[in-house]
């Protein structure tokens, strides 16, 4: 474990060469600066020292205390004896929704998936229902958006509406999984969901406006004959939720959405996913979630944590808190650990060890450590703790903090300046990458208190570290290219 918040010191005083300004941006090159310290945004000289706080990771055994997959009765229900075909042509959408009824007018249990590839529509879980996936079976899903309506209640990019019904989708559930060593093959390459892309547009602008209007979400209806696609796998307000095990490829959207959610076990998965808005797990607005043993393949995000967007996650007003991620393996693109941008409602108190991230197939990861919001979407990221990461060929930069995410296009909603503040990071190692940190806050609400401790990076391009708009930026025991940060 490294240095916490009590081996720190923070001093202000002069840079070397001359007095930065309060809230002015700097370079700060690897072995510059003054001696035994570190120089941030606002003039100030980070050394190492003695101060009275608490370890944050003191927190985590507490977390996963918490946190308890549910368990079910030993009572099956083979999706085949509810005419189940596995044939992989014949339509079983009426198959698994008799065997969950079954299930659930029994007290709960398994609803069995043997092997044989089963074609369905949208497959809907209920209360102490486990849909267990044998080896050598497979859902794999409908390429017809037909299959997915009626609408249900959902989130888009952090905006509540009614659209399409995610794949798999769970609402207002208590004890609910999905297991087994099968696959969950969504065929969004193979359906028109990409195609639904470039037509967006002007749904999603609508969608925005009608949250700045103040719709009733269940008056923004969007489904049939728009172009807003669904998510792969959404529980919506339930508790007790378990996913584990399975190989789950080929979403049309995000993978694995947890919403206003508690006591998340997310384990031992595999996830491929290709295009884009195709993230692997998304807690929003979620607390107690653990994700463990997973590998991501993945075309956007591997594990982001959310809390709605702009005016309507600040509405709903309901953060991300109490999140563990460990012992993960990352082989997609854009960020592996990451926040936002959609972080509206707060995000507080998110834990990640023991990571992994290395060149897929196809992709290598754009950024290790990524935080990302902006001026509209309000909302306090506070507390990203993140340790033991191992990261080979960074594609863009190993941690990027921005605040100034994705402000190109149309604004909608009034300006609400987000905070962002207590990051540590510890035991980083990062080889290749264009550039090992960036800060980059808004000149009206800074980054505050980011430590990075006991880290080396190594053949990066561009040796300088990036701080702007940042506050009490403290480094120690860091090397880039082997010359320390002092």
Known sequence: M??????????????????????????????????????????????????????????????LARIVPPTFPARDFPITAYGGKGDGKADNTAAFRAAIAACVQAGGGRVVVPAGTFLTGAIHLASNVNLHIQSGGIIRFSTDPAKFLPVVRTRWQGIECMNYSPFIYAYEATNVALTGSGRIDGQAANGPWFDFDPKRQPDWEKLQKQAVDNVAPDKRVFGGGHFLKPNMIQFYRCRNVLVEGLDIRNPAMWTIHPVLCRNVTVRGVTIYSRGGMVDGVDPEASADVHVTGCTFDTGDDGVVIKSGRDIDG?????????????????????????????????????????????????????????????????????????????????????????????????????????????????????????????????????????????????????????????????????????????
């Open 314 to 486: 600040r509405r709903v007003g309901v953060a991300s808190e109490n999140i563990v991620v460990e012992k993960c393996t990352f082989l997609g693109r854009w960020g592996a650990i990451a926040v936002g941008s959609e972080m509206s409602g707060g995000v507080r108190n998110v834990f990640a060890q023991d990571i992994t991230i290395r060149p897929g197939p196809n992709y290598k990861t754009f950024h290790a450590v990524y935080i990302k919001t902006n001026k509209r979407r309000g909302g306090t990221v506070d507390g990203v703790h993140v340790r033991r990461l191992t990261a080979d060929k960074i594609d863009r930069g190993a941690v990027f903090i921005t605040m100034n995410y994705s402000l190109t296009g149309p604004g909608f909603g009034p300006i609400a300046n987000p905070s962002v503040r207590n990051v540590t990071l510890d035991q980083l190692t990062v080889r290749g990458t264009p550039w090992a940190v960036r800060l980059d806050g808004l000149a009206e609400s800074h980054i505050q208190d980011v430590r990075i401790s006991n880290s080396t990076f190594t053949e990066v391009k561009d040796t300088n570290i990036s701080i702007k708009n940042a506050d009490r930026t403290v480094f120690s025991n860091v090397k880039v290219n082997g010359k320390p940060v002092s």
């Open 2 to 63: 490294g240095p916490s918040r009590r081996d720190f010191l923070k001093v202000t005083g002069l840079a070397a060469g001359g007095l930065l300004l309060p809230g002015a941006g700097f370079a700060l090159a690897a072995g510059s600066g003054a001696a035994g310290g570190a120089l941030d945004a606002s003039g100030s000289l980070s050394v190492a020292g003695s101060l009275d706080a608490a370890d944050p990771w003191d927190a985590v055994p507490g977390i």
